[in-house]
T-cell receptor, first 113, second 111 residues
Framework: DTEVTQTPKHLVMGMTNKKSLKCEQH?????MYWYKQKAKKPPELMFV???????INESVPSRFSPECPNSSLLNLHLHALQPEDSALYLC????????????FGPGTRLTVT | RKEVEQDPGPFNVPEGATVAFNCTYS??????FFWYRQDCRKEPKLLMS???SGNEDGRFTAQLNRASQYISLLIRDSKLSDSATYLC????????????FGGGTRLMVKP
């Protein structure tokens, strides 16, 4: 199983809503990532979890809150987002923090109204 | 100056053509290099790693020139299914596991 799954595929939320994005992998990978990708732009790293601990936060606003409940799961909690936060949110995983070969999930397309 | 620069294209080529993409990176301490492919509205997928000695995978050949801080991807005998955006990706081995993506080069292979 070399798949990273993400739910939901699409999400529309208002600026006052609270929602969560979910990511799961069963490859035994110990590093997981959240990226944000705007249209016609490359992915931008948001957070890195290494062995279930947050190791990198790329100065992401606090309205985005990551959580890693266990080695297979990664969540991104959303609260009070802005319309400019609308984007494709990609989860990725790699075998360990030293491995640069990352496997991406299909993403959640988020629209903030 | 962007850390990883690519010509955004689009490159419009006929089936069967050979096409080459280039990428330059600014940080001379970069150690690991990759090409990812991203189809429209899909996630990026690792196409191949790039090694100093150059490497080939079927119709795809990747080369690295550390002196010029330049990476290339050559696609021979283009197929319609090669149409996608190709992302040049660079990593610093002492920067945790952070990848720096280029802006991508769009390829459109026409019948």
């Amino acid at each position: 199983d070399t798949e990273v799954t993400q739910t939901p595929k699409h999400l529309v939320m208002g600026m006052t809503n609270k929602k969560s994005l979910k990511c799961e992998q069963h490859m035994g990978h110990r590093a997981m990532y959240w990226y944000k990708q705007k249209a016609k732009k490359p992915p931008e790293l948001m957070f890195v979890y290494s062995y279930e601990k947050l190791s990198i936060n790329e100065s992401v606003p606090s309205r985005f809150s990551p959580e890693c409940p266990n080695s297979s799961l990664l969540n991104l909690h959303l609260h009070a987002l802005q319309p400019e936060d609308s984007a494709l949110y990609l989860c990725a995983s790699s075998q360990d923090p030293r491995s640069y070969e990352q496997y991406f999930g299909p993403g959640t397309r988020l629209t903030v109204t | 100056r962007k850390e990883v620069e690519q010509d955004p294209g689009p490159f419009n080529v006929p089936e069967g053509a050979t096409v080459a993409f280039n990428c330059t990176y600014s940080n001379s301490a970069s150690q690991s290099f990759f090409w990812y492919r991203q189809d429209c509205r899909k996630e990026p997928k690792l196409l191949m790693s790039v090694y100093s000695s150059g490497n080939e995978d079927g119709r795809f050949t990747a080369q690295l020139n550390r002196a010029s801080q330049y990476i290339s991807l050559l696609i021979r005998d283009s197929k319609l299914s090669d149409s996608a955006t190709y992302l040049c990706v660079v990593a610093l081995n002492n920067a945790g596991n952070m990848l720096t993506f280029g802006g991508g080069t769009r390829l459109m292979v026409k019948p």
